[in-house]
């Protein structure tokens, strides 16, 4: 099994930055690909932005592109999403997903989530 831990949700006013970080420990050898995802107030849970763990391939979401970059960190079993310019529509639990599989958009393809973090953008 993987566990996967977010941190580093918040309060912050748009046009403003924070870092999401996803710990993962337990069989991390198992997976190929991680990915955050988000799910706003209303809406269905969609992916944001997705990786191969050996940082060959990322995906991003057309509405964070230029904004938000993933990336991580082996030897530590980390993975982040560093967020700048955010606005309001960013609103949203973030959550983090590994999958055993190659990097996918869809999230029935993850085995393994976080509980997930707020960020709240503040017009």
């Known amino acids: 099994q993987v566990r996967l831990v977010e941190s580093g949700g918040g309060l912050v006013q748009a046009g403003g930055s924070l870092r999401l970080s996803c710990a993962a420990t337990g069989r991390t050898f198992s997976l190929l690909a991680m990915a955050w995802f988000r799910q706003r107030p209303g809406k269905e849970r969609e992916f944001v932005a997705g990786m191969q763990w050996s940082g060959t391939t990322t995906v991003y979401t057309d509405s964070v592109k230029g904004r938000f970059t993933i990336s991580r960190d082996n030897a530590k079993n980390e993975m982040y999403l560093q967020m700048n310019s955010l606005k309001p529509e960013d609103t949203a639990v973030y959550y983090c997903?590994?999958?055993?599989?190659?990097?996918?958009?869809?999230?029935?393809?993850?085995?393994?989530w976080g509980q997930g973090t707020q960020v709240t953008v503040s017009a």
């Open positions: 997903a590994g999958t055993s599989r190659l990097v996918q958009i869809s999230g029935s393809e993850y085995n393994y």
